[in-house]
């Protein structure tokens, strides 16, 4: 049977996720503020307004509980009216979310909640076309995974707009999950060595994984019974011999040289996983803007 790679989804549980927005809104607001908005304050402080924020091109919403925890930050008594939800598809100039609350606040939370909003739904815009490309492939099983190459203190934000993108978490971090890469099979001495000595802390990990560079290698990670194998930078030909020689005993995880030009293609040698860098760091911000009335 098929060993099951279980993900850890205490992280995405509403509260803690809400916990971790809550924190990131609190630095991002500090970096932005400093000891206060000298703009903003030209406005009367007891002015509101009301906020249209917009979407100027088609894209994955994602970045709520963001947008709401910067805005609830400077004005707990905003109101907010959510038009597309996180994991959503929205249209150009459309709108996605309305805002009444104190107009110093919102003047001041602009530029921050716009930053999350284009950052998150950049993610899980450039996910979904990722998942949707290997969704053509006949017969594919394969899941878009995402990788560590994440913005410092950010990344279990990414991570969830992955997740909005219809794709797969990779582990979060180097604590909770076993990933034996090509130095640490040098520092290990072998293949065989580092799964062995892997074998200590498996009870603690999510799932252990090692990395080959070669078909040699897969032989020998197999034989030392390896249950999940990412295959570093192979072609599609030694991509196809890998699933043939593997038959089953492990999943096979790809990275390297994976593009919206080359992943359906990979898709197609039957591997179970495609793990994507470009998911979280070779993103373009989706464009939005923010427009206020005076109520």
Wanted: include cysteine; charged fraction near 20%.
């Amino acid at each position: 049977m098929r060993p099951r790679h279980q993900v850890n989804d205490q992280y995405f549980e509403d509260d803690t996720l809400a916990l971790h927005a809550h924190a990131d809104a609190i630095r991002a607001l500090d970096e932005d503020l400093g000891t206060g908005d000298l703009t903003a304050g030209l406005v009367d402080p007891r002015q509101r307004s009301q906020a249209r924020v917009m979407a100027r091109e088609a894209a994955v919403i994602c970045g709520r509980l963001w947008v709401e925890a910067t805005l609830l930050r400077l004005d707990p008594q905003a109101e907010l009216v959510w038009y597309v939800r996180d994991g959503q598809s929205c249209s150009a100039n459309q709108v996605i979310l309305e805002i009444q609350g104190n107009s110093r606040a919102l003047l001041s939370g602009e530029r921050t909640l716009l930053n999350f909003l284009q950052l998150l739904s950049a993610v899980a815009t450039q996910t979904a076309a990722y998942v949707r490309a290997v969704e053509q492939v006949p017969g594919n099983r394969a899941r878009i995974v995402d990788t560590r190459k994440t913005l410092p203190g950010l990344r279990l934000a990414q991570k969830y707009a992955v997740r909005c993108g219809g794709g797969s978490n990779h582990r979060i971090g180097l604590y909770d999950a076993v990933l034996i890469k090509e130095n640490h099979i040098a520092a290990a001495g072998g293949v065989t060595a580092a799964l062995q000595r892997a074998a200590e802390v498996a009870a603690r990990a999510s799932f252990v994984e090692i990395e080959v560079e070669s078909l040699d290698q897969l032989d020998e990670a197999l034989a030392a019974g390896a249950q999940m194998v990412l295959l570093d930078n192979m072609n599609l030909a030694q991509l196809h011999e890998a699933v043939r020689l593997t038959a089953g005993r492990a999943i096979l995880e790809v990275s390297g040289g994976v593009g919206l030009h080359t992943v359906a293609d990979i898709a197609a040698t039957g591997v179970d996983r495609i793990s994507v860098g470009a998911l979280t760091k070779n993103i373009q911000a989706i464009d939005f803007s923010m427009r206020l009335t005076q109520l």
